[in-house]
């Protein structure tokens, strides 16, 4: 696993954080002084993509998303042992990563140039740095991963899409093993003033306040930015080669509200069949102990409709018996990215037996009334996880792992 978050830039420093609470949301830094109703966002501090392993050239050829795309799969595939051409064939090795809004960077400096400086002032790389395809083409390159290669683009539930995908295509015998996740870098005047002028962001300007999943004062989501990288692979080429396995992805639902553009179905029942999708493939059975990273995004409507999916999905005992949390307390939402960073805390919480906690929360909403784990970690131990997703057009999206035991 590899990742790149506003809580840190590897994924010991990440858990590290998470576990203990804290709290990457802070002031805008970059353009402090646009005149914007949003004040705060979860951006990525003292990221040096030359000391993180990339070229100057790599630098100047990708966009932002791309630079914590490729270095995050860098991360995740030096933990993998994976070597393509040694260990995996290259045709073998498959690249599926995603991203909600790709180069968004690259398209406001290349507008601006086109406006200032015509036809002429638009750089030969606009569009092989804007293409929301590029954080996985590049990757291939680096890897020599000569196998599928997938991008989704399914806003909010691209990385977990990703990841869904790749399992599904590592099921059916596609490839050996799978760089998947999402990276996002979207944190700019352009896609604050769109998601605030849509009624979606958060407008406290305390962060410590902002972003309040579950909690009844919320009042939007807060943006985040990063990535999130897993290297999925087939049970017996991991056991084969003596790999350590983190968890077993068992499971993968994906449905559509049908609804409305923005906002979710608001009776959760769609949704429900994603988590229950999720559940029945991974033979979960009433009792055992499960943890939810919940998408939980602070809006008003989300958090109550994903409180009701819940429970339609696992029935009302089961469903106050989980452990929930909110991981975009501590880091904003990270659009494409955030269901493969959510999916990565959720293994480690398997592995570590910590329930991440949903910080914020001091006045529960009685519309969300199951248990979020507020404020604190909660040491546990739990047979299954789930991270759920859910992105604009009623995409919803839920992986399931399970703790692997030989």
């Known amino acids: 696993m590899g990742g790149i978050t506003p809580v840190g830039n590897n994924v010991r ?22 005149e ?75 507008t601006r140039n086109h406006l200032e400086q015509g036809t002429s002032g638009v750089s030969p790389l606009f569009i092989p740095m804007m293409i929301a395809n590029m954080g996985g083409g590049n990757t291939a390159i680096k890897f020599n991963a000569q196998g599928p290669n997938l991008t989704v683009t399914a806003a909010c539930a691209t990385s977990t899409n990703t ?19 999402g990276a996002e870098a979207a944190v700019n005047q352009l896609a604050i003033a769109g998601f605030a002028n849509c009624r979606a962001l958060a407008t406290g300007e305390d962060p410590a306040t902002a972003c309040l999943p579950f909690d009844k004062r919320r009042g939007g989501f807060v943006m985040g930015e990063g990535a999130g990288i897993l290297v999925l692979e087939e049970l017996e080429h991991a056991l084969k080669r ?27 029942s769609v949704t429900s069949r994603c988590i229950a999708d999720a559940l029945s493939q991974a033979g979960y059975r009433e009792g055992e102990k499960l943890y939810i990273n919940a998408h939980g995004t602070g809006t008003q409507m989300n958090d109550a409709a994903e409180t009701k999916a819940i429970k339609l999905a696992l029935g009302e005992d089961d469903a ?11 880091t904003g939402h990270m659009l494409g990215a955030a269901g493969a960073v959510e999916l990565i805390i959720s293994a480690l919480a398997l592995r570590n037996g910590l329930i991440p906690p ?3 929360l001091e ?37 399931a792992i399970r703790k692997y035991r030989q």
Not at 163 to 181: K, M, P
């Open 13 to 34: 420093d990440i858990w590290q954080a998470v576990s203990n609470g804290r709290r990457g949301i802070e002031k805008i830094r970059g353009f402090e002084n646009e």
């Open 36 to 110: 914007l109703p949003v004040h705060v966002a979860g951006q990525v501090k003292d990221f040096d993509p030359i000391a993180a392993g990339l070229s100057k050239s790599d630098v100047r050829h990708y966009d932002l998303f791309c630079q914590y795309a490729v270095v995050s799969a860098c991360e995740a595939m030096a933990q993998s042992g994976l070597e393509s051409g040694v260990n995996i064939e290259p045709h073998r090795l498959g690249v599926y990563i995603g991203s909600g809004i790709g180069g968004i960077n690259t398209f406001i400096t290349q």
């Open 163 to 181: 990841v869904g995908e790749a399992y599904l295509a590592i099921q059916a015998g596609r490839a050996d093993a799978i760089i998947t996740g």
């Open 242 to 268: 003596g790999a350590d396995i983190i968890a077993e992805v068992v499971g993968y639902g994906h449905t559509c509200d049908a609804y409305h553009y923005t906002a979710p179905r608001p009776d959760g």
């Open 320 to 330: 106050k018996k989980a452990s929930i949390s909110s991981s975009k307390s501590m």
């Open 358 to 360: 949903t910080i914020g």
């Open 363 to 399: 006045e529960p909403d009685p519309a969300c009334d199951l248990d979020y784990t507020p404020l604190k970690a909660v040491e546990k131990e739990v047979d299954i996880a789930i991270s759920n997703s859910l992105g604009f057009g009623g995409h919803n999206a839920t992986v």
